[in-house]
């Protein structure tokens, strides 16, 4: 079926440094992508989405990319900090779809 | 302001014996409703979500069962855990605009 996959499942940062989180999607009918942040013990917390007619969103310090001609997402997360260490989820959504997919999650650790 | 509850945080079941998780949301009307599974060091799964009352759909099949005998509560079920039913059980809700995750509950059937 559609699945949404990561390609690194741990990224070290040094802190101070950018982070970039990347995505691949293969659902094309797909039209909203959310990033979400997961502590340890924690439910997700959205970070930022983004739908399919924007290639470009800036939040606080975070950035998400989406290429719909390769269906890749990324996330960028400026000048990260030790309380970014977290595990990184892509999820997307289907044009009316009630239902979010997500990726298996990349882990950071900002290392001070 | 949305909230969104669920309970317990932690349980401990010995396989065989019955589940209940409660989830229940503040402030909104008629949400489409979520439970998902995450197992350790995983991504999370899908297994139920209901767009009202009464309405639940099943993504795998499984021990697990769903219902939403009202518009702001959705309660995941099992009559007979098995040892496979361990994870994160995660709630969320979402309407229109993202979804919002409760804490979790923790279960490790023994």
């Given amino acids: 079926g559609e699945s949404v996959g990561l390609h690194l499942p741990t990224l070290s940062v040094q ?65 990260t900090q030790p309380g970014d260490s977290a595990v990184y989820f892509c999820a997307e959504e289907e044009a009316a779809g009630n239902k979010l997919t997500f990726g298996g999650g990349t882990r950071v650790l900002v290392k001070p | 302001s949305q909230t969104i509850h669920q309970w317990p945080a932690t349980l401990v079941q010995p396989v065989g014996s019955p589940l209940s998780l409660e989830c229940t949301v503040e402030g909104t009307s008629n949400p489409n409703l979520y439970w998902y599974r995450q197992a350790a060091g995983r991504g999370l799964q899908l297994l139920f979500y209901s767009v009202g009352i009464g309405q639940i759909s099943s993504e795998v099949p499984q021990n697990l069962s769903a219902s939403r005998p009202q518009d702001r509560q959705f309660i995941l079920s099992s009559k007979k855990l098995l040892l496979s039913d361990s994870g994160f059980y995660l709630c969320a809700w979402e309407l229109g605009a993202g979804y919002t995750f409760g804490s979790g509950t923790r279960l490790t059937v023994v």
């Fill in chain 1, 15 to 79: 802190e101070g440094d950018n982070s970039i989180i990347n995505c691949a999607y293969s659902n094309s009918a797909s039209d909203y992508f959310i990033w979400y942040k997961q502590e340890s013990g924690k439910g997700p917390q959205f970070i930022i989405d983004i739908r399919s007619n924007m290639d470009k969103r800036q939040g606080q310090r975070v950035t998400v990319l989406l290429n719909k001609t390769v269906k890749h997402l990324s996330l960028q997360i400026a000048a």
